[in-house]
């Protein structure tokens, strides 16, 4: 068995190699990238801002295709807000605070940037390696889950990172394929019964990535600590100072890099791109909140068929509370998700907690064949 294992971990490895390298040529330079570049910039030159606009777009210009380049910098009537962020350096230093908050992310293509790594490949390099890094972490899941299949874990393996959302996300400069792999690790944590404080180390790293991801890390710390409280009847403390220290830690980012807010997101998002924060106050009424929800949530029926048919297959096939609770946690995070950033058209944002939703699937019809047991976390 293992010489099988031996030969199915090598036949990934070949095609994942081949699918990085694909995913490489169909690289995109989107208009995400000037905003991570001027982070990193600003960085190095806190106090030329002008330098730091001015050598975004040069660099990223030194590689891009046009085509995407054009797309960068807008030059379609409609796209004012790009052409103001490539030539107006006040506009372009007022939208950086949406990407520092990201301080794990871009900490990450700042060292390959000094690794000597070009600028825009700094940003695209960390999705195509996450992205290689995530089909082993699913392989090696898999493999967790059906020790005897080896034929099933490469089939899957192989169907997952084939997936439009995978491949999208591993060929643009975002860091959601970076932050997919640790939700990976996660469930491997959760599969192999790490520790709570080794649990919440990666909750840490989790929410230093993406501090937007508080609501995925509070809501299972949360979780955890009614669980054992049900359970036991004892409060744990322990997860009180946990939830205390990355509320801390996300509040100190926010403030740090003067983050707009979550109304200012919503806003240029999905009602007015502002080319200048500063000068255009947001007005975002309770009634223009529940219009934008209305049009996205028709357009979420798909993923919500999705998420209903796993959810319910998880709740037939199982009645392990533990189970079900992590898997609630994970379909919650969805429409907390799209609660606060509807945006039903791209899937990328919701696909980190939708992937693991399929995950708990295949754990509890792997409890068919074998006698993986999911432990509770103490």
């Given at each position: 068995m293992k010489l099988k294992w031996g030969i199915s971990f090598?036949?990934?490895l070949s095609i994942l190699t081949c699918l990085t390298i694909w995913n490489y040529k169909n690289r995109v330079y989107d208009w995400d990238m000037p905003g991570y570049l001027g982070c990193m910039y600003t960085s190095e030159f806190p106090d030329s801002p002008d330098k730091v606009r001015i050598i975004t777009y040069e660099e990223i210009k030194k590689e891009a295709p046009a085509e995407h380049y054009a797309d960068v910098i807008?030059?379609?009537?409609?796209d004012i807000p790009r052409q103001y962020f490539t030539k107006n350096t006040q506009s372009f230093t007022e939208?950086?605070?949406?990407?520092?908050?990201k301080v794990g992310y871009i900490l990450v293509i700042t060292l390959f940037y000094k690794l000597g790594v070009s600028p825009p490949m700094s940003v695209l390099?960390?999705?195509l390696i996450s992205y290689f890094i995530s089909g082993l972490l699913f392989f090696y899941i898999l493999k967790l889950l059906f020790p005897k299949k080896y034929w099933l874990a490469v089939l899957l393996t192989v169907a997952a990172m084939l997936l439009p959302?995978?491949?999208?996300?591993a060929t643009v400069s975002t860091p959601d394929m970076f932050i997919f792999q640790f939700i990976l690790i996660f469930i491997i944590g959760l599969i192999k019964n790490w520790s709570k404080w080794g649990m919440f180390v990666?909750?840490?790293?989790?929410?230093?990535?993406r501090p937007d991801y508080i609501t995925f890390t509070l809501t299972y710390i949360m979780a955890v600590f009614l669980f054992y409280y049900f359970k036991e009847k004892k409060i744990d403390i322990s997860y009180v100072v946990q939830g205390s220290i990355l509320l801390v830690m996300y509040l100190a980012i926010i403030k740090f890099y003067h983050y707009p807010g979550w109304k200012d997101v919503f806003y240029d998002t999905f009602i007015d791109r502002r080319p200048i924060i500063s000068t255009h106050p947001v007005k975002l009424s309770l009634m223009d909140y529940l219009e934008i929800i209305y049009i996205k949530i028709?357009?979420?029926k798909k993923v919500t068929l999705s998420v209903s048919i796993m959810i319910g297959v998880i709740f037939w096939k199982s009645k392990d509370v533990w189970v079900r609770m992590i898997a609630v946690l994970f379909l919650v995070n969805v429409y907390i998700k799209f609660f606060f950033f509807p945006q039903s058209a791209a899937l990328r944002f919701f696909f980190p907690f939708i992937f693991p939703l399929?995950?708990?699937m295949l754990y509890v019809l792997s409890r068919k064949y074998n006698d993986l047991k999911l432990e509770k976390i103490v």
């Open positions: 090598l036949f990934v807008g030059v379609k009537p409609w939208q950086l605070p949406y990407f520092q908050i390099g960390v999705s959302p995978m491949t999208y996300m990666l909750l840490f790293i989790i929410t230093f990535i028709i357009y979420f399929f995950i708990m």
